[in-house]
């Protein structure tokens, strides 16, 4: 390729060539999901993007192992099990099912290891004990350990806080029995109201991890202690992501991890207002909720069109926009097949690099797409075809047929079945052989009004679309 990756570092807030620790294999790490609930859309856009960004290094050569946590102990999961009356492991299960159905809807690929918190407690008791050792943890009067902030003088390089700055108010579980009020808790010691399968034994107590002790053990577990990309959404960096460094750096010594990527948050537009996707505001939607209505690659093309840094603003309108656009690449590309192999230097090729190795440039890289299809429909040119549809599919887009996405039915939103379709359009075939052009035009409206356009082609029969 013409040009090398560039990613942003939240750590050292600039953009910075990727040089990953071993020059051919790349081991990437990200915050996934707390199963005790379905995936929302703020989920589906973490998976996206680190999904792009493992196709995307793969496609550069590198070998990537891709690790994503689920986290399936916490109080919300505990609280919701009690409620529902099942244990932990059902609770978690069902929703870890269910997530793995989404993601696999929205063309998300399985990472290379999804490490479940509950299957390495002991090394995040053996990550406690080191710091504990190490007079960077220690045990309070609740029996909770908790780690030490003040003694740890990197604390704040990743979020760009000082000691000073911090509250205790944005801190998650402040207790009275800590020393400090900026200490955060490793270890909570067990409830006599929890149920058993949230109890584990160890040396400071029966009890379970606090929720930033997880990634760091199960990071350096399936990584090492040191490794390239750490990612997850921006609501992350801090305090959770710049606990995980104090924990791994304090426990480990070394780096820890090389490069911190954030994506951008979601927004919802309601009224011709943008405001935060929140479950108080009423503005939460749910990856379930999205695909009942929008076809999965659409909801895709929506979250990559957006560079992955910036704000997404969710609503109607925009998804609707993002499965127009889509549809005219899939107009271009028709029946065609990807190319075997893509030839970087050349110029369509060359430019769509040059934007994904400028930070993951989707929109400049879709931009391209697009350049391509409008001259595939000047030029009609099969073989540029099929190298716009082996660029797409980089994205993990226009990876079905153009016939096929246009004709592709949605959820409840479906409305008439294929077989219906096409008896309609034997109907207007007949009605216009009898010439009954009235029933002819009858029908044709009737079926624009329920989402289908039909296109009568000279010499061949009607085609049709969804609209």
């Not at 915050?31 to 960004?53: E, I, K, Q, S």
């Not at 939460?284 to 957006?306: C, G, H, K, S």
């Not at 990876?399 to 077989?419: D, I």
Request: net charge negative.
């Amino acid at each position: 390729m013409t040009s090398s990756l560039h990613i942003y570092n939240s750590l050292a807030r600039q953009k910075q060539a990727f040089k990953p620790i071993d020059p051919n294999h790349v081991r990437m790490y990200v915050c996934g999901m707390t199963v005790y609930d379905f995936c929302h859309l703020g989920h589906a856009r973490v998976m996206v993007v680190f999904d792009l960004l493992k196709r995307w290094l793969r496609a550069q050569g590198y070998k990537v192992t891709y690790v994503r946590n689920i986290t399936d102990i916490d109080d919300k999961i505990i609280r919701r099990a009690l409620e529902n009356g099942e244990s932990i492991r059902a609770l978690t299960d069902r929703f870890i099912a269910a997530m793995h159905e989404d993601a696999d809807a929205l063309g998300i690929e399985r990472p290379d290891h999804e490490p479940r918190a509950t299957e390495y407690v002991a090394q995040m008791q053996a990550m406690i004990q080191t710091l504990m050792t190490k007079r960077l943890a220690y045990q309070d009067d609740s029996g909770d350990v908790n780690f030490s902030v003040r003694a740890f003088p990197q604390y704040g390089r990743l979020s760009g806080k000082s000691l000073d700055e911090l509250r205790a108010g944005e801190r998650v579980g402040v207790s009275d029995s800590k020393q400090d009020p900026l200490d955060f808790v490793l270890w909570k010691r067990a409830k006599p109201e929890e149920p058993a399968d949230a109890k584990w034994d160890a040396p400071f107590g029966e009890g379970r991890p606090g929720w930033h002790i997880e990634c760091s053990a199960m990071s350096c577990a399936l990584l090492g202690n040191e490794f390239d990309i750490h990612g997850g959404g921006a609501d992350l960096q801090f305090p959770h992501h710049e606990n995980e460094i104090a924990q791994s750096v304090g426990a480990n010594g070394g780096e820890f991890a090389r490069h911190w990527m954030h994506n951008g948050f979601v927004r919802v537009e309601t009224n011709g207002q943008e405001e935060k996707m929140s479950k108080s505001l009423g503005n939460f939607f749910t990856i379930r909720d999205i695909l009942n209505v929008y076809d999965p690659e659409v909801v895709r093309f929506f979250i990559l069109r957006a560079q992955y840094r910036s704000p997404l603003t969710y609503s109607e309108a925009h998804v609707q926009d993002a499965r127009a656009s889509l549809g005219r690449l899939y107009k271009a590309i028709g029946d065609a097949v990807a190319a075997e192999q893509l030839d970087w230097s050349n110029d369509y090729e060359a430019r769509f690099a040059q934007a994904m190795n400028d930070d993951m440039n989707t929109p400049m890289a879709v931009s391209v797409l697009f350049e391509m299809a409008n001259a595939i429909n000047r030029t009609h040119d099969s073989a540029l075809a099929g190298r716009l549809k082996a660029l797409a599919n980089v994205l993990g887009l226009l990876e079905r047929t153009g016939e096929a996405f246009q004709k592709a039915t949605v959820g409840e939103q479906a409305g008439l079945s294929e077989a219906d379709i096409e008896d309609y359009i034997a109907q207007r075939a007949q009605a216009k052989a009898d010439r009954d052009f009235a029933k002819a035009d009858a029908i044709r409206q009737s079926l624009l009004e329920q989402g289908v356009v039909l296109e009568d082609v000279r010499g061949g029969p009607t085609q049709w679309r969804r609209t």
